[in-house]
Every structure is written in structure tokens, then in C-alpha cells.
């Protein structure tokens, strides 16, 4: 069983995640397979706010923590980036510099 370490960066995260697709079983899914579980984890995601908020929900509806859903995100999204060969955080890095730029009305 893979272990995250105490004070993880976000390397040590996206790390985890390859080995836990191992232990799983889940190295046979493509990026494809993996984005379409990450866009269902997401509407996961909207109905447990809706419920935290207390919006109106079929009294049916299994729902979790906002704080899971947020996990399951990010679990999905460094398989993405695993599968791209993209390391997450020099892409934030990336990105927040071009976003520095911008002008936000």
C-alpha cells in the first residue's frame, strides 16, 4: 500500500496517485476514461455543496462530504496529468505567471 508522506508537496500527491492506480488496478484506464470519471466526481462534487447549503435534493440522493468529493477530484485529476506526462505543479507555476499578467476587471 502506497504511503503519502507527512507534509506532502504536491509532487509527493501526484506521486501517490501512480502508485495507488497500481495497487488498484486501474493503470489499464486511458486519459479519456479517467477525464469522464473526473467530470462525474465533479457533479459529485455540486451536489454535495447543494446539500451542505442546504438547497432542496431528493430526500434519495446518496450524497458525501464536499471535503471527499474535493479528494476524489484531485485523485482524478494528477491520474490526467500522470497520463500526460505533466507535472502539476510546474504547470500551476506556468500558468500563475501568465495569469499575473492579466488584467482582472
Do not use: C
Not at 506521486?15 to 479517467?34: H, I, M, P, S
Not at 462534487?45 to 442546504?54: G, S, V
Not at 500522470?82 to 506556468?94: Q, V
Amino acid at each position: 500500500m502506497p504511503e503519502l508522506r507527512e507534509n506532502p508537496i504536491l509532487g509527493d500527491f501526484q506521486n501517490y496517485v501512480t502508485e495507488l492506480e497500481k495497487e488498484r488496478g486501474f493503470t489499464d484506464q486511458t486519459a479519456l476514461q479517467r477525464a469522464l470519471h473526473l467530470g462525474e466526481e465533479t457533479g459529485e462534487l455540486f451536489k454535495a455543496i447543494r446539500k451542505a447549503e442546504n438547497m432542496k435534493m431528493d430526500e434519495n440522493s446518496k450524497t458525501t462530504s464536499v471535503g471527499e468529493e474535493m479528494a476524489d477530484i484531485m485523485i482524478f485529476l494528477f491520474s490526467i496529468a500522470n497520463r500526460y506526462g505533466i507535472d502539476l505543479e510546474k504547470a500551476f507555476r506556468e500558468k500563475e505567471e501568465i495569469n499575473k499578467k492579466r488584467v482582472w476587471r
